[in-house]
């Protein structure tokens, strides 16, 4: 299982039986977890769902790191439909964020 799609069960859950959460504020949650790497062009997201986007690749060094060891891991990893080299070389080029790296 991937790791977005995992963590995205897992705070669903979370904030469901833990927190007491109505349904749609635990989705609106968890639905941004699950696809914080379809960076994508096409398609609609929510506010908070880019925003989690934003914030993934804001880190680019420490992501691209996830990236590789997942890759390595799984051979069925979500990226790797991104294009495995090109996503993994895009995060590293996201260079408006190296000063916070």
């Known amino acids: 299982m ?3 799609l995992y963590g995205g069960l897992i705070a669903l859950d979370f904030i469901r039986k833990e ?3 109505p349904r749609p504020q635990a989705e609106s949650v968890a639905e ?3 696809r914080q790497q379809g960076l994508g062009e ?3 997201i929510t506010t908070l769902g880019k925003l989690v986007q934003l914030a ?3 880190w680019p060094s420490c992501f691209a790191a996830t990236i590789r060891e997942e890759n390595g891991l799984k051979q069925w990893a ?3 439909a ?3 080299e090109d996503f993994w070389n895009g ?3 996201n260079k408006r964020m190296e000063s916070y790296d």
């Open 82 to 84: 991104l294009g495995e």
């Open 19 to 21: 927190q007491g959460a």
């Open 42 to 44: 096409s398609g609609k």
């Open 56 to 58: 993934t690749i804001r």
């Open 78 to 80: 979500h990226n790797k």
């Open 32 to 34: 941004p977890i699950t």
């Open 91 to 93: 995060v590293l080029a």
């Open 2 to 4: 991937s790791f977005e």
